[in-house]
């Protein structure tokens, strides 16, 4: 099964607003990824905070990391239609293989 | 510093045929990882090498067989391919350390008909 699980699935936004997507897990981890994906082409890492980080910014991307409920979140301000990917976080339960959770679709209407 | 390139890009074969993938990792990362991705299955862990060595597999059948050589280069082999196999495969590359982000190349999208 999974390691991890994004929420929702799918998200559809207006540009200029917030996107929020989740991510849950379910071992200890060392560190978590999120990536985004464009129409099925290779993936780009966003940014990774390790287990003992709570947040992290690159831009107008947050991450933050709840390691009590073994949780992430990927917070996109002022979002963009250049933005419209999938998005995956991606864990490594302290090991060298990274489990990807189900991915949320985002989809930003212009 | 040039990206992760995997060649082919594209391939199809038949089944019962097999394949191989090669994956060039970015200078410096003695660490490749490959990835099956599907639309039923999602993106699933196949194995990892650091220094040639494979040091994390995933759940796949020994069809599935992998190598790195000296220059961390890697290939992936599939042997007696079957339908199911039709995906894209991505390989990963990274330092090698615990907090080391994996950099991610184009792909190759394999069909099998």
């Known amino acids: 099964s999974q390691q991890g699980e994004e929420d929702p699935q799918a998200l559809s936004i207006q540009e200029g607003e917030n996107a929020t997507m989740n991510c849950s897990y379910k071992?200890?981890?060392?560190?978590l990824q999120w990536y985004r994906q464009n129409s099925g082409r290779g993936l780009v890492h966003l940014i990774l905070?390790?287990?003992?980080?709570r947040e992290k910014h690159s831009g107008r991307l947050r991450v933050t990391l709840d390691t009590s409920k073994k949780s992430s979140s990927l917070l996109i301000t002022a979002s963009r239609a250049a933005d419209t990917a999938s998005y995956f976080c991606a864990t490594d339960a302290r090991t060298y293989k990274y489990i990807f959770g189900t991915g949320t679709r985002l989809k930003v209407l212009a | 510093k040039a990206g992760v390139t995997q060649t082919p890009r594209y391939l199809i074969k038949t089944r019962g045929q097999q394949v191989t993938l090669s994956c060039s990792p970015i200078?410096?990362?003695?660490?490749v990882s490959w990835y099956q991705q599907t639309p039923g299955q999602g993106l699933q862990f196949l194995f990892e090498?650091?220094?040639?060595?494979?040091?994390n597999k995933g759940n796949f059948p020994g069809r599935f067989s992998g190598r790195q050589f000296s220059n961390s280069r890697s290939e992936m082999n599939v042997s007696t391919l079957e339908l199911g196999d039709s995906a894209l495969y991505l390989c990963?590359?990274?330092?090698?350390?615990?907090?080391?982000?994996?950099?991610f190349g184009p792909g190759t999208r394999l069909t099998v008909l």
């Open positions: 990963a590359s990274s330092s090698g350390g615990s907090y080391n982000e994996q950099f």
């Open positions: 071992t200890s981890i060392n560190n």
């Open positions: 200078s410096g990362h003695r660490s």
């Open positions: 090498y650091f220094s040639e060595t494979q040091r």
């Open positions: 905070i390790r287990s003992n980080e």
